[in-house]
């Protein structure tokens, strides 16, 4: 067990739609990073938050938002889902903002039918 | 160009061989050095970590840093079936706020 805890487990969801993510960092952990793993591509990037604040952001979708909260526990919203939006969501988690020594959660399927 | 390249296999061997995984990679600020664990659509488990240049070793599993080639492996000896997983490899650089680039995973088999 990393300590991420990543809720739920899987959603399935129509078009068009709008869904929450969510995600607890282990204890101590104040960053947050969000990946997108899509069927046989790897970890993408999308977006970065380091106690309440946002960091970095990658390849996100202007559909796609999120935000940390002082209890760093931190949501990613999809909204106006599309088919290709189907994939595994990662939460990850580090001390610092550096990016190394990240732990990740067990990941949320998400599927758009 | 992507900025970390790996080959994404498969790769099948004999339970007991050497398995060797690599990666290149493009940035030269990339200081730290990861190597990841997934099973079936499991959430990564970090293997291995490396900062800058040099080997690291643990149990079956070496990982080695060529930071003038830019150029990392991974050994796993002895290999087990249950080392049958997909292998990522990853970095970031130092300083300020950094995000972690994935390599594209190696899937690896190891059949008894």
């Known amino acids: 067990d990393s300590g991420v805890t990543q809720t739920p487990k899987h959603l399935i969801t129509a078009t068009g739609q709008r869904v929450t993510l969510r995600c607890s960092p282990r204890s101590g952990d104040l960053s947050v990073y969000w990946y997108q793993q899509s069927l046989d591509q790897g970890l993408q990037f999308l977006i970065q938050?380091?106690?309440?604040?946002?960091?970095a952001k990658g390849n996100i979708l202007e559909r796609f938002s999120a935000q940390q909260f002082p209890d760093l526990h931190s949501e990613l919203n999809l909204s106006s889902l599309e088919l290709g939006d189907s994939a595994l969501y990662f939460c990850?988690?580090?001390?610092?903002?550096?990016?190394?020594?990240?732990?990740f959660g067990q990941g949320t399927r998400l599927t758009v039918v | 160009q992507k900025e970390v390249e790996q080959d994404p296999g498969p790769l099948s061997v004999p339970e007991g061989a050497i398995v060797s995984l690599n990666c290149t990679y493009s940035n030269s600020a990339f200081q730290y050095f990861m190597w990841y664990r997934q099973y079936s659509r499991k959430g990564p488990e970090l293997l291995m970590y490396t900062y800058s240049s040099g080997n690291k070793e643990d149990g079956r599993f070496t990982a080695q840093v060529d930071k003038s080639s830019k150029y990392i492996s991974l050994f796993i000896r002895d290999s087990q079936p249950s080392d049958s997983a997909t292998y990522l490899c990853?970095?970031?650089?130092?300083?300020?706020?950094?995000?972690?680039?994935f390599g594209a995973g190696t899937r690896l088999a190891v059949h008894p």
């Open positions: 938050y380091y106690n309440g604040e946002e960091r």
């Open positions: 990850a988690s580090s001390v610092d903002g550096q990016g190394a020594f990240a732990f």
């Open positions: 990853a970095m970031s650089a130092t300083g300020g706020y950094n995000k972690l680039i």
